[in-house]
């Protein structure tokens, strides 16, 4: 037997705390040690090769696994049984590499020799892309990073891996740089920000699919011998795949089993692989997608890759979503509206669409003020003068007021909007307006003036979709316009909120390094305004939730989850979308029925409930075409979505049943100090003759005293091994309430 010999310093452990104590970074000559409260990331120089090798990816452990080399087969390669953190090509590997170079010469061939390492308090940001950070106030807290400073001999090319352990969160976050130190031009043509290689045993993979009206459907499957994967090609993250996966043991459930979760913080084209080699191991990479890259690296320059937040759970799929919700809301949201309350808000979209004038919109104000809204939003049709945008065939990229429209300009209307009281309370009105920055309508006077600024391949037509071309925001002038237009109207008009949509994919791309380019132009733009605006709330869209990412959290706390409001299907989106993001960075609306989507009807007390769940709660209806029995329930329902907000934003979310399983699907919001919490069950259809099921309750303390809903109070134990049996009645019934932990 030839054993190799764990070779870190011997530490205590706590064995039911976690490595609670241990240093977050541990070196010993060439071998190091990530460790987190629950996790440990460990990998080592090989002597002879220079490669990286992880020993192990998981949860706590003092020193590696017992590993015995002739245990790994012989085989065909040598190379196919290591598991290698930055796997590059041409040289014996032949699974997917996180690395493709063109190099000067022509070849594709490239060898990553460790040279030296670096550890550093804190986390440097990474330029130009949006990333996660230490303590608000001190940028080392709470997070330590190791760089890996590799070094291709034969091409002069440099690779730095960054890895970053926030051990609070047992996330271990990590990007890649290139460096082009040789006196040739190269193409770095691939560059995964996250490569993993788990040891051979059963995985299955989940993964947040879907479409337009149809994000973060919950898709689980085998991983099986060869390579799969998914990604986005449409030059943002899209509504067909979330930037995200995790890995999962087959046995593994909401709260049992271990969970790996990758999260790409990239708002961009990505592709996600997972190959099971011949061998067994299990290789996971995450990055921008190749097939949009081919990134020219002339001498001296340099590429950055998006990072990529890894989280693992022993307890759970669930567990691993609120160690996400947790880093995403204290170490990656910017805005300073991140722990705050959201206004409830009315937004003229479903209600109006493109068909209004001032009076209209200040008529649609004032029912929103009386049912007790905050914030009033004017959403698409209130700009553009020679080509005004009364429908979606013209005026994108014109951002002017209408003057048809707005006659006395829409600052004034929005001065009388602010005069108007909020029902209940002597707050005024507030006001928040759409744009679609991005994006230029070829009947516009912008296009006129600007056609060279649209993103376009040659002679290739420009393909329209929904009536409209993308600008390129890879040009700085492109950039510089898109500020100013919105800084133009938000520096004249008092505007507290706005909504950032996006409405189609990016075509006719000049080049493929364009996409990338674009996010960073984009990122450019985001970080201007929102740093210029601090005090407007900023809420991303893309036709729903076609860029709702962990790239766009940084500048937008909150984006609209999906265009579709039926609230059966938002059951699923929104629990979709929390296996990776906070419920406070989800906009939720009640819209009217039957929904504009689905044509389904459900009662008006099921929608709100839903849409409560998000951080962001409005009605985007016209209460004077909705059934008065309704309309007179809305006050009601907005108190008590006020009444749970503070919880939803800062709780953590706790999914009890899931909608694809149970015909009851529930969830929990705890306060963080667990004194508070919030309930919410569903039934979505009318079951005869049967017990209703009795609900148990997660993660409150066993010991405590609660009170239920004012009423009855009950220990922890009880609520979560006893249960709660609830009565439901029709189809889409639900259920809101609230413990309070009384001792
Ligand atoms: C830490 O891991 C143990 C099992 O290894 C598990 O029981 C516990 O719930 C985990 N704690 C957290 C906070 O993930
Ligand atoms: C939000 O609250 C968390 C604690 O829950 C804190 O760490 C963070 O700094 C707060 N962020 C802001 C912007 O207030």
């Known amino acids: 037997m030839n054993y190799i010999i764990p070779s870190l310093a011997r530490v205590t452990v706590n064995s039911t705390a976690g490595l609670v104590g241990r240093p977050s970074i541990e070196v010993d000559g060439t071998s190091f040690a990530l460790n987190g409260r629950n996790v440990s990331y460990r990998f080592h120089v090989d002597a002879q090769t220079g490669d990286i090798i992880l020993t192990h990816f998981g949860g706590p452990v003092t020193e590696d696994p017992v590993q015995d080399p002739s245990a790994n087969g012989g085989g065909w390669s040598t190379q196919m049984h290591l598991r290698r953190e930055f796997p590059d090509l041409g040289r014996g590997d032949f699974r997917t590499p996180a690395v493709r170079i063109k190099q000067s010469q022509g070849h594709t061939v490239s060898g990553f020799r460790y040279k030296s390492h670096q550890v550093v308090a804190g986390k440097p940001p990474l330029p130009g892309l949006p990333c996660t950070f230490g303590g608000a106030d001190k940028e080392e807290e709470g997070v330590e990073t190791l760089v890996l400073h590799l070094w291709d001999?034969?091409?002069?090319?440099?690779?730095?891996?960054?890895?970053?352990?926030?051990?609070?969160?047992?996330?271990?976050?990590?990007?890649?740089?290139?460096?082009?130190?040789?006196?040739?031009?190269?193409?770095?043509?691939?560059?995964?920000?996250?490569?993993?290689?788990?040891?051979?045993?059963?995985?299955?993979?989940?993964?947040?699919?879907?479409?337009?009206?149809?994000?973060?459907?919950?898709t689980r499957r085998k991983v099986d011998y060869g390579l799969q994967g998914f990604g986005s090609t449409t030059g943002y993250s899209s509504h067909y795949?979330?930037?995200?996966?995790?890995?999962?043991?087959?046995?593994?459930?909401?709260?049992?089993?271990?969970?790996?979760?990758?999260?790409?913080?990239?708002?961009?084209?990505?592709?996600?692989?997972?190959?099971?080699?011949?061998?067994?191991?299990?290789?996971?990479?995450?990055?921008?997608?190749?097939?949009?890259?081919?990134?020219?690296?002339?001498?001296?320059?340099?590429?950055?890759?998006?990072?990529?937040?890894?989280?693992?759970?022993?307890?759970?799929i669930g567990a691993m979503s609120r160690k996400f919700h947790r880093l995403y809301r204290r170490n990656l949201i910017r805005s300073r509206f991140v722990n705050e309350t959201r206004p409830v808000l009315l937004n003229s979209w479903e209600g109006l669409h493109c068909d209004f004038d001032g009076d209209t919109i200040y008529k649609l104000a004032q029912e929103s003020a009386d049912l007790g809204a905050r914030l009033f939003v004017l959403d698409d049709g209130w700009f553009g003068d020679?080509?005004?945008?009364?429908?979606?065939?013209?005026?994108?990229?014109?951002?002017?007021?209408?003057?048809?429209?707005?006659?006395?300009?829409?600052?004034?209307?929005?001065?009388?909007?602010?005069?108007?009281?909020?029902?209940?309370?002597?707050?005024?009105?507030?006001?928040?307006?759409?744009?679609?920055?991005?994006?230029?309508?070829?009947?516009?006077?912008?296009y006129e003036e600007h056609p060279e600024w649209v993103l376009h391949a040659g002679e290739y037509p420009r393909s329209e979709t929904r009536q409209q071309l993308v600008l390129n925001a890879a040009l700085p002038e492109v950039q510089d316009f898109i500020i100013r237009s919105v800084a133009n109207i938000l520096d004249t008009v008092p505007v507290t909120y706005v909504k950032w949509d996006n409405n189609r994919g990016m075509h006719e791309s000049p080049a493929p390094e364009n996409h990338h380019a674009y996010m960073l132009g984009m990122y450019?733009?985001?970080?201007?305004?929102?740093?210029?605006?601090?005090?407007?709330?900023?809420?991303?869209?893309?036709?729903?939730?076609?860029?709702?990412?962990?790239g766009i959290l940084q500048y937008f706390p909150q984006s609209w989850t999906s265009d579709n409001t039926d609230a059966l299907d938002r059951v699923h989106i929104q629990f979709g979308t929390s296996l990776v993001y906070p419920c406070s960075s989800m906009g939720a609306h009640v819209?009217?029925?039957?929904?504009?989507?689905?044509?389904?009807?459900?009662?008006?007390?099921?929608?709100?409930?839903?849409?409560?769940?998000?951080?962001?709660?409005?009605?985007?209806?016209?209460?004077?075409?909705?059934?008065?029995?309704?309309?007179?329930?809305?006050?009601?329902?907005?108190?008590?979505?006020e009444k749970i907000n503070p919880i939803v934003i800062r709780g953590d979310f706790w999914r009890l049943n899931l909608p694809e399983s149970s015909n009851y699907p529930s969830a929990l919001f705890i306060s963080e100090d667990g004194r508070e919490a919030v309930l919410f069950a569903f039934q979505?259809?009318?079951?005869?003759?049967?017990?209703?099921?009795?609900?148990?309750?997660?993660?409150?303390?066993?010991?405590?005293?609660?009170r239920l809903d004012g009423e009855r109070t009950l220990s922890g134990a009880t609520l979560m091994n006893g249960g709660v049996q609830l009565r439901f009645g029709t189809d889409y019934d639900s259920k809101v309430l609230l413990l309070e932990r009384v001792d």
């Open 153 to 218: 001999e034969c091409s002069s090319v440099a690779a730095d891996l960054a890895y970053s352990v926030f051990p609070e969160h047992d996330a271990v976050v990590r990007s890649v740089s290139i460096t082009n130190r040789g006196s040739g031009p190269i193409t770095v043509e691939k560059l995964a920000s996250l490569s993993v290689d788990l040891p051979h045993d059963e995985y299955e993979m989940l993964q947040l699919q879907g479409e337009w009206s149809r994000e973060c459907t919950r």
């Open 241 to 316: 795949n979330n930037p995200f996966l995790s890995l999962v043991s087959p046995d593994t459930t909401e709260s049992h089993g271990d969970a790996w979760g990758f999260s790409l913080v990239y708002s961009g084209s990505f592709l996600v692989e997972v190959e099971k080699s011949p061998q067994g191991l299990t290789r996971a990479l995450i990055g921008m997608n190749p097939s949009q890259l081919s990134w020219p690296l002339g001498p001296g320059e340099t590429l950055v890759s998006p990072e990529c937040v890894s989280i693992f759970s022993s307890a759970g």
């Open 386 to 446: 020679r080509y005004p945008r009364v429908d979606d065939r013209a005026g994108l990229g014109d951002w002017t007021v209408n003057p048809r429209r707005f006659p006395d300009g829409l600052r004034s209307l929005v001065d009388r909007i602010n005069k108007l009281k909020v029902a209940g309370s002597d707050q005024p009105l507030q006001f928040g307006l759409w744009f679609e920055p991005e994006m230029i309508s070829k009947k516009s006077v912008l």
């Open 524 to 550: 450019r733009v985001f970080e201007e305004l929102t740093t210029r605006f601090p005090n407007v709330l900023w809420e991303g869209c893309a036709s729903g939730g076609g860029r709702f990412d962990a």
């Open 591 to 641: 819209s009217a029925v039957p929904n504009e989507v689905t044509g389904r009807v459900t009662p008006i007390r099921f929608r709100a409930h839903v849409a409560m769940m998000g951080g962001s709660f409005g009605l985007e209806l016209d209460p004077s075409r909705i059934p008065a029995e309704d309309k007179a329930r809305i006050p009601d329902l907005i108190r008590l979505a």
């Open 684 to 706: 979505i259809r009318a079951t005869t003759v049967h017990n209703f099921p009795l609900l148990k309750l997660q993660g409150l303390d066993p010991r405590a005293t609660y």
